[in-house]
């Protein structure tokens, strides 16, 4: 079945660092690749996405390219601000089947000023 | 624009009690979510409607969740005899399915504890 393998967290990172948090996976056919974040005491936020091979998706100064050689779809930023301190979570939509959310487990990023 | 919004945020209840908790989607969004999630763990899929049918249901889904979407507008989940393992937090999404892998956009949540 589909899997997303996040990077284990959690991330503690200074102020204007460069971050990155790996994500794979494992998925028949051309999956759907989104990051989401989730800010203390908030639901779940859309940050990015990515539809096809080779794809960018970018926001708020994040990036992550959909990797189909090496199933992989690596979210990274320059410099993080403390604003940016939250959970980080990697999903993925197979294109078989219901369209239900595969989601990793999660990386807590803490930024200290 | 209004999101996804859910009711009640939070909700402590004794076990062997049931729950119902409700999703209100985004006003044009046919197709509506429900997710769990538990501490320290990503979202894990439970059930979706397209417009008032449900079309699939997780094996995490046991008998005594029940869920619906009543004219297609909002959904209500409901939890008979909770027992402990039940403590989570219920999320809902929406999107509007017009191709494939849709955007799905989250509620609050509505975080259950069961005592």
């Known amino acids: 079945g589909d899997s997303v393998t996040q990077m284990e967290g959690p991330v503690t990172l200074s102020e204007e660092a460069f971050l990155t948090i790996n994500c794979t996976y494992t998925?028949?056919?051309?999956?759907?690749l989104f990051w989401y974040v989730q800010y203390p005491g908030e639901g779940l936020q859309l940050l990015l996405k990515?539809?096809?091979?080779?794809d960018k998706g970018s926001n708020k100064g994040f990036e992550a390219t959909y990797r189909k050689e090496t199933t992989s779809f690596h979210l990274e930023k320059g410099s993080v601000q403390v604003s940016d301190s939250a959970v980080y979570f990697c999903?993925?939509?197979?294109?078989?089947?219901?369209?239900?959310?595969?989601f990793g487990t999660g990386t807590r990023l803490t930024i200290i000023p | 624009d209004t999101g996804v919004s859910q009711n009640p945020r939070h909700k402590i209840t004794k076990r062997g009690q049931n729950v119902t908790f409700r999703c209100d989607p985004i006003?044009?969004?046919?197709?509506l979510y429900w997710y769990r999630q538990t501490l320290g763990q990503g979202p894990e899929f439970l059930t979706y409607?397209?417009?008032?049918?449900?079309?699939?249901k997780s094996r995490l889904l046991s008998d005594r969740f029940s869920a619906e979407r009543p004219k297609g507008s909002f959904s209500t989940l409901e939890i008979q005899r909770t027992e402990q393992g039940d403590s989570a937090m219920y999320l809902c999404?929406?999107?509007?399915?017009?191709?494939?892998?849709?955007?799905?956009?989250f509620g609050p949540g509505t975080r259950l504890l069961v005592l």
């Open positions: 999903a993925l939509i197979s294109n078989f089947g219901n369209e239900k959310l595969t």
């Open positions: 006003s044009e969004h046919n197709r």
């Open positions: 998925a028949t056919g051309y999956p759907s």
């Open positions: 990515a539809t096809k091979a080779d």
């Open positions: 409607f397209q417009n008032e049918a449900q079309l699939e």
């Open positions: 999404a929406s999107s509007l399915q017009t191709g494939y892998q849709e955007t799905q956009y």
